[in-house]
């Protein structure tokens, strides 16, 4: 089994920064690809950014160039440093382990964080 603890959620005004972490604990799970996604009320849960093994970024077209995911190994952590905040990144953010498949499906990872909540206020 594999465990994921997102923290580092808040309420900012817009233009302002937050970092998220997720700390991996059971398997070595953190070797793999680690992503973030999110979900806003009433919407479905969509992706945000993923790191994997080589530390190969990908990142969603709304986040990219604002966003930066990254990941210590030895501390078995990811991270997600979010600036520019706007409105429109209020949403659950929810780190994941990445099983198979495409990164951006969230059907391609198999564990889940409890998520953390982000936001950004006008």
């Known amino acids: 089994q594999v465990q994921l603890v997102e923290s580092g959620g808040g309420l900012v005004q817009a233009g302002g920064s937050l970092k998220l972490s997720c700390v991996a604990s059971g398997r070595a799970k953190i070797l793999n690809a680690m992503g973030w996604f999110r979900q806003a009320p009433g919407k479905e849960r969509e992706f945000v950014a993923t790191?994997?093994?080589?530390?190969?970024?990908f990142y969603s077209d709304s986040v990219k160039g604002r966003f930066t995911i990254s990941r210590d190994n030895a501390k078995n952590t990811v991270y997600l440093q979010m600036n520019s905040l706007r409105p429109e990144d209020t949403a659950v953010y929810y780190c994941?382990?990445?099983?198979?498949?495409?990164?951006?499906?969230?059907?391609?990872?198999?564990?889940w964080g409890q998520g953390t909540q982000v936001t950004v206020t006008s």
């Open positions: 994941s382990a990445h099983n198979a498949g495409s990164y951006y499906r969230d059907f391609n990872y198999d564990y």
């Open positions: 790191i994997n093994w080589s530390s190969t970024t």
